[in-house]
């Protein structure tokens, strides 16, 4: 058995080929806590306005491993533990940020943003337009969202419809370790807060990985994987999911395409919608629950435009249920939607129109 | 520095003083007679504070205000024209009509900003002094803030943190009383507000905030020891609003006797002119040519601001994020 194979039985999925790394450098395998480790680690060498603060991330090496020993090679000043102080990690990461600094803050869990929403909602994100150009909050956040590890209601949200709902953050989900790194490094370029909203399962998955310093365009959505019968439109680890489900249902003679946005703000609304009116059935997936979500919007979006006299079926939304993630391992599974139900979802869409 | 004794630091305390006053009148008629939008804030009776706390300050120090923020942007060097062209919701405001009253940021004299939110600066000024000890500069961030702001959880986490690196930064607490309607007194049993500072291991001072060689004095301790990388210090100035919290006020909270005892015996502005007088520092003549001088400037400001163009929805959408410019390295 190959080390490959040991590391995919052991994290209990494939590696899928629609999330390798974008072309254009040389790459290596890395987990995606690794891709993202490798580019704090160019970043802070690089730059000395950039540096890293939040909960754990030092001696301890981050709650889900992030950082690591990142601490010994960079030092305390650039690695940076806080107190568990999450409106206190914003409010200072955006104070550094308008005055010199590029400070990336991490929130050990998505969901404690709520401690520090004022920061992101009022502060960080209005600050540029409500103060007329005066400052720029060149700040990132970093934050684990998504359900699947046991951790139940308060530790397993799929926050991103919030953070989009707020004019002047831009908001991305990587998807894959090469997205996770890339975004990152393309959010240091950028005068403007960035939330990346990164995913738990995926901190261990090996993923092909560009090396030095890349980046992945924020504001330009990924076409994953190409086929003539439905467009899969799908966010985070809905992502590979849809790839997975998209091998199973080419078994069945069903061709997907899984599209992937990356960026949900600002959208890149034309890569969709170019890609629904090639199939002319969509399917939007996320892990998150469904009233209010994200992809209502994409849906909204779709039958507003030229796109819509394309569709040969309802648009169709696979959200996580409206329920609070629950802890038991059947029950959290059972809310939010996996592979099998993508295949459903997708057969009855194609066969049904 | 001496204030009250050094003549040309007398004039410029005594200028600070009537611009934020006059200021405030002007907003305040402008309002009356219908040709101000939205709401305000005003500091009357609270001049004193941020007058004596900047002239601690360089041009290069930060700073962060409050919703009843104008008085902490004159004071550290606002443009008054530029700041009435605002609240007059003109395009050439300090944020091009887009902020108004509570959200006046002035980039050249590294004020960070009013905030809408009460407590909201407090941990982006430790933000700016955690900048300034990483950047290793001697720069200060002074956090200006209401007494309400001691019961938001932000305030504490920005004084843990702040307290914790030790980073430059000079909490100031304007306690005028009270948070809107609630009375600090009520609202925090302590037997002065400065002794929070205590559960956060770093020092804390009261100061008659109505006095402007007080506050300044308290202020240049803490610079000096924030410059020193001592870390922060926690101040509460006495001092008292004399108008409502906002327009919608009608001071049901509070007795007429009350106000007019503070607006008769504890005015900061005449307090000060007395106290030059009596220092003979400067003469009534000297005070009357300040005063002549801030009232030309103020009606100035006012005419010109007036006279801009105003604000337009042109590039609304566009003025949402700030330009990219490519790869920072």
């Given at each position: 058995?190959?080390?490959?194979e040991?590391r995919?039985?052991h994290?209990g999925l ?6 390798g790394?974008?072309?254009?450098a040389?790459?290596a ?6 891709a993202?480790?490798?580019?704090l680690r160019?970043?802070i ?8 603060m939040g ?19 960079l030092g305390?000043?650039r ?26 803050v ?11 929403m ?8 209005k600050?540029?337009f409500?103060?007329?150009?005066e400052?720029?909050?060149?700040l990132?956040?970093?934050a684990p ?6 951790a139940?209601?308060q530790?397993?949200?799929s926050l991103?419809?919030?953070f989009?709902?707020?004019p002047g953050l831009?908001?991305v989900?990587?998807?894959s370790?090469d997205d ?6 393309a ?9 990346i ?5 995926l901190?261990?998955q ?5 090396t030095g310093d890349v980046?992945?365009p924020?504001g ?5 994987r190409t086929g003539?019968d439905?467009?899969?439109v799908?966010?985070?680890?809905e992502?590979?999911?849809s790839l ?7 078994a069945?003679?069903?061709q ?6 990356v ?12 890609e ?9 997936v996320?892990e ?7 992809m209502?919007?994409v ?16 648009i169709?939304r696979?959200?996580?249920?409206d329920?609070?993630?629950p802890?038991a391992?059947q029950?959290?599974k059972?809310v939010?939607?996996q592979?099998d139900d993508i295949v459903?979802?997708a057969t ?6 | ?5 050094d003549?040309?630091a007398a ?5 600070t003083?009537?611009?934020i006053r006059?200021?405030?009148e002007?907003?305040e008629?402008l ?19 941020p007058?004596?706390?900047c ?6 120090d930060?700073?962060?205000s409050?919703?009843?923020?104008h008085g902490?942007?004159i004071?550290k060097?606002?443009d008054l024209?530029?700041m ?6 003109k395009?050439?405001?300090y ?6 009253s509570m959200?006046?940021a002035d980039?050249?004299t ?9 407590a909201?600066?407090?941990?982006i000024a ?10 290793g ?15 938001e ?6 004084v843990?943190l702040?307290?914790?690196?030790k ?6 607490c304007?306690n005028n ?13 302590l ?5 929070r ?5 770093i ?6 905030g ?10 240049e301790?803490?610079v ?6 001592e ?9 008292y609003r004399?108008?409502g ?5 009608k001071?049901?909270y509070?007795?007429r006797d009350?106000?007019?005892s503070?607006?008769?015996?504890n005015?900061?502005i005449a307090r ?6 009596e220092?003979g520092t400067?003469t ?10 801030v ?21 609304l959408?566009d003025?949402?994020?700030?330009p990219?410019?490519?790869a920072a390295?």
């Amino acid at each position: 058995m190959t080390m490959q194979e040991q590391r995919s039985i052991h994290e209990g999925l494939e590696h899928p080929t629609g999330l390798g790394a974008r072309p254009g450098a040389e790459t290596a395998e890395m987990t995606y806590a690794e891709a993202i480790r490798d580019a704090l680690r160019i970043a802070i060498e690089a730059d000395p306005s950039v540096f890293l603060m939040g909960e754990d991330v030092g001696r301890y090496g981050g709650a889900f491993g992030v950082t690591g020993t990142l601490v010994d090679e960079l030092g305390t000043d650039r690695i940076r533990d806080t107190t568990i102080s999450e409106l206190g990690i914003v409010g200072l990461g955006v104070g550094a940020a308008m005055t010199g600094m590029k400070p990336i803050v991490e929130i050990q869990f998505s969901d404690f943003t709520a401690q520090a929403m004022d920061q992101i909602a009022n502060q960080a994100a209005k600050i540029h337009f409500m103060l007329g150009g005066e400052a720029n909050v060149p700040l990132v956040i970093r934050a684990p969202g998504g359900s699947g590890t046991g951790a139940a209601a308060q530790h397993s949200q799929s926050l991103e419809a919030w953070f989009a709902h707020i004019p002047g953050l831009k908001v991305v989900m990587p998807a894959s370790g090469d997205d996770a790194k890339g975004l990152l490094l393309a959010a240091l370029d950028d005068p403007n807060p960035v939330m990346i909203l990164e995913h738990k399962l995926l901190y261990k998955q090996t993923f092909e990985v560009r090396t030095g310093d890349v980046r992945t365009p924020i504001g330009k959505a990924a076409v994953r994987r190409t086929g003539g019968d439905l467009t899969i439109v799908a966010t985070g680890v809905e992502v590979q999911r849809s790839l997975e489900a998209a091998e199973l249902l080419a078994a069945q003679g069903i061709q997907a395409t899984v599209v992937d946005p990356v960026t949900l703000t600002p959208l890149d609304s034309a890569t969709i919608l170019a890609e629904v009116v090639k199939t002319g059935r969509v399917l939007l997936v996320q892990e998150a629950v469904q009233t209010g979500g994200f992809m209502s919007e994409v849906s909204a979006i779709i039958a507003e435009s030229e796109a819509f006299v394309h569709l040969r079926a309802p648009i169709r939304r696979l959200s996580g249920l409206d329920v609070p993630i629950p802890y038991a391992p059947q029950l959290e599974k059972a809310v939010v939607p996996q592979v099998d139900d993508i295949v459903v979802a997708a057969t009855a869409l194609v066969k049904e129109w | 520095m001496q204030i009250v004794t050094d003549r040309s630091a007398a004039i410029e305390a005594l200028g600070t003083l009537w611009r934020i006053r006059r200021f405030e009148e002007a907003v305040e008629d402008l309002y009356g007679r219908g040709m101000m939008h939205g709401t305000m804030h005003l500091s009357i009776g609270q001049e004193a504070v941020p007058t004596g706390a900047c002239m601690a300050l360089r041009r290069d120090d930060y700073i962060t205000s409050t919703h009843r923020g104008h008085g902490h942007c004159i004071a550290k060097g606002a443009d008054l024209e530029r700041m009435m062209a605002e609240l007059l919701a003109k395009d050439t405001g300090y944020c091009r009509g887009r902020g108004g009253s509570m959200h006046i940021a002035d980039a050249a004299t590294n004020n960070l900003g009013a905030n809408g939110i009460v407590a909201g600066g407090v941990p982006i000024a430790a933000g700016a002094g955690l900048s300034a000890q990483m950047r290793g500069t001697d720069q200060v961030a002074v956090c200006f803030h209401g007494d309400g702001a001691m019961g938001e959880g932000a305030w504490h986490e920005g004084v843990v943190l702040a307290a914790m690196w030790k980073l430059p930064v000079v909490f100031l607490c304007e306690n005028n009383l009270y948070g809107m309607s609630m009375s600090s007194a009520k609202a925090f049993p302590l037997e002065q507000l400065s002794d929070r500072a205590n559960g956060y291991g770093i020092p804390g001072v009261t100061v008659d905030g109505n006095d402007v060689q007080a506050v300044h004095d308290a202020v240049e301790t803490a610079v000096a020891r924030a410059r020193a990388g001592e870390g922060p210090t926690f101040i509460v100035a006495e001092t008292y609003r004399w108008r409502g919290h906002s327009k919608s006020d009608k001071n049901l909270y509070r007795t007429r006797d009350e106000i007019e005892s503070w607006r008769e015996s504890n005015d900061p502005i005449a307090r000060f002119e007395k106290s030059v007088l009596e220092a003979g520092t400067l003469t009534e003549a000297d005070i009357q040519t300040v005063r002549d001088e801030v009232r030309d400037d103020l009606r100035g400001a006012v005419q010109r601001a007036a006279a801009a163009p105003d604000a337009t929805p042109e590039g609304l959408l566009d003025a949402v994020f700030a330009p990219t410019t490519g790869a920072a390295r």
